[in-house]
C-alpha cells in the first residue's frame, strides 16, 4: 500500500487479556519499528526488525511484550495479560534506510479498563 | 538527562507569525536530525531532515542544526491555522534508532 498501515485503530481491552496489534509496512520497506507514545511521555521505542530478524528488542517493556515479523512484512506486537500502564498508542514505523526517515503509521490506541 | 530534550509548551501564537521551535540533544553521537509533526489522532509526519550543521529550508520551514553547541530548531514562516499540530524533534546515529523529544503543542490562532 501507499502507507504504513495498522490495525485496529482503537482497543479496548480488560485488564488481562491478550491483545494482538497488527502492522502492514509500506512494500520494499526491509527496516520495521515499533514505538509507544503514552501522554506526556513522548514516544518510547519498542523494537526493531529488519527483514525478519529482530536485532534489538530491548525497548519492550517486560516479558508480556512480545513482536513478530513474517515474510519481511507484516508485524504483529502482542500484549499478554493486560495492564492498565499498557494503555498508550501504539505507533508502528518503516523506512527503506536510515536515510529517507520513518514512516509512520496512524496507530493503534489501546485503552486497559 | 534524556539524549534529546525539547521545549515543552504548549505555545500559542497568532496567524502569520514566526515560530522558534528547539531541541537540545546530549549524544555526541548523532549524526542526522529530524523534525515531525503530528496531528491529533495521527502518527508522526516527517517534515525535514538533515545531517550537517547549518540551515536546511523547505517551503516556509527552516531546519537549524548547531553540533557545537548540540542545539536544533525548527523556524515556520507565516504560520498558519494548519500549522496547529505537536512537532516532535529526533535525533540519530550510526544505528537504525531513532530518538525523539517529547513533543511541542503548537496552536495557531485565526
Known amino acids: 500500500g501507499a502507507g504504513v498501515s495498522q490495525s485496529p485503530s482503537n482497543k479496548v481491552t480488560e485488564k488481562g487479556k491478550d491483545v494482538e496489534l497488527r502492522c502492514d509496512p509500506i512494500s520494499g520497506h526491509t527496516a520495521l519499528y515499533w514505538y509507544r507514545q503514552s501522554l506526556g511521555q513522548g514516544l518510547e521505542f519498542l523494537i526493531y526488525f529488519q527483514g525478519n530478524s529482530a536485532p534489538d528488542k530491548s525497548g519492550l517493556p517486560s516479558d508480556r511484550f512480545s513482536a513478530e515479523r513474517t515474510g519481511g512484512s507484516v508485524s504483529t506486537l502482542t500484549i499478554q495479560r493486560t495492564q492498565q500502564e499498557d494503555s498508550a498508542v501504539y505507533l508502528c514505523?518503516?523506512?527503506?534506510?536510515?536515510?529517507?526517515?520513518?514512516?509512520f503509521g496512524s496507530g493503534t490506541r489501546l485503552t486497559v479498563v | 538527562q534524556k539524549e534529546v530534550e525539547q521545549d515543552p509548551g504548549p505555545l500559542s501564537v497568532p496567524e502569520g507569525a514566526i515560530v522558534s521551535l528547539n531541541c537540545t540533544y546530549s549524544n555526541s553521537a548523532f549524526q542526522y536530525f529530524m523534525w515531525y509533526r503530528q496531528y491529533s489522532r495521527k502518527g508522526p509526519e516527517l517534515l525535514m531532515y538533515?545531517?550537517?550543521?547549518g540551515n536546511k529550508e523547505d517551503g516556509r520551514f527552516t531546519a537549524q542544526v548547531d553540533k557545537s553547541s548540540k542545539y536544533i530548531s525548527l523556524f515556520i514562516r507565516d504560520s498558519q491555522p494548519s500549522d496547529s499540530a505537536t512537532y516532535l524533534c529526533a535525533s540519530g546515529g550510526s544505528n537504525y534508532k531513532l530518538t525523539f523529544g517529547k513533543g511541542t503543542l503548537l496552536t495557531v490562532n485565526p
Open positions: 538533515t545531517y550537517s550543521s
Open positions: 514505523a518503516s523506512s527503506r534506510d536510515r536515510d529517507n526517515g520513518y514512516t
